[in-house]
Antibody, heavy 116, light 109 residues
Framework: QLVESGGGLVKPGGSRRLSCEAS????????MNWVRQAPGKGLEWVASISSSGTYIYYIDSVKGRFTISTDNAKTSLFLQMDSLRAEDTAVYYCARELELGAFDVWGQGTMVTVSS | SVLTQPPSASGTPGQRVTISCSGGGSNVGSNTVNWYQQLPGTAPKFLIY???QRSFGVPDRFSGSKSGTSASLAISGLQSDDEAHYYC???????????FGGGTKLTVL
């Protein structure tokens, strides 16, 4: 099971840190991802981190602004979001990666609204 | 979206419907395709991975296939609770990231 938290209302240019807590499995065994969905729109992959933390990838639109990480205990996933823009407004889901690009376990999502 | 899906599809109960997902050589043509079902207001549900493998608990009414740079999701014996949005996804070697289709809204008439 995955449970996200940290969403809320943020002003443009502001920051927000999302968390995703796992239960029933360890991040040590899986790559983890963040996927977002703007209101009324489709799914958009945001970032991924390999089980070892060695490989990290981002969609171009968030490079240099977002940072994906895990804690040392490998039970929590984070997404540090800086320099937020209105177009970052979305429900953010964390997802476990069963194999390359295949997300078998999803959290319930946390809403981030970027607005003045 | 990098992957192209029809925005809508429909069928009557009991019917078979297919949803297509078209990409290119750097994504669908080189990597396996996955499918998700999303009911309104809920998180996506994992349906199909590795082109044609059903996730645990997914009924065999759902099947996936791929040929070249196109993939398809087929739903047979359509039921009213199949009404949802369906998304395809895969890894893109050029973008170094996961790409999703724009989604298909399935209506059961």
């Amino acid at each position: 099971q995955l449970v996200e938290s940290g969403g809320g209302l943020v002003k443009p240019g502001g920051s927000r840190r999302l968390s995703c807590e796992a239960s029933g499995f360890s991040f040590r065994d899986y790559s983890m991802n963040w996927v977002r969905q703007a209101p009324g729109k489709g799914l958009e992959w945001v970032a991924s981190i390999s089980s070892s933390g060695t490989y990290i990838y981002y969609i171009d639109s968030v490079k240099g602004r977002f940072t994906i990480s895990t804690d040392n205990a490998k039970t929590s996933l984070f997404l540090q979001m800086d320099s937020l823009r209105a177009e970052d407004t979305a429900v953010y889901y964390c997802a476990r990666e069963l194999e390359l690009g295949a997300f078998d376990v999803w959290g319930q999502g946390t809403m981030v609204t970027v607005s003045s | 979206s990098v992957l192209t899906q029809p925005p809508s599809a429909s069928g009557t109960p009991g019917q078979r419907v297919t949803i297509s997902c078209s990409g290119g050589g750097s994504n669908v043509g080189s990597n396996t395709v996955n499918w998700y079902q999303q009911l309104p207001g809920t998180a996506p549900k994992f349906l199909i991975y590795s082109d044609n493998q059903r996730s645990f608990g997914v009924p065999d009414r759902f099947s996936g296939s791929k040929s070249g740079t196109s993939a398809s999701l087929a739903i047979s014996g359509l039921q009213s609770d199949d009404e949802a949005h369906y998304y395809c996804s895969t890894w893109d070697d050029s973008l170094n990231g996961v790409v999703f289709g724009g989604g298909t809204k399935l209506t059961v008439l």
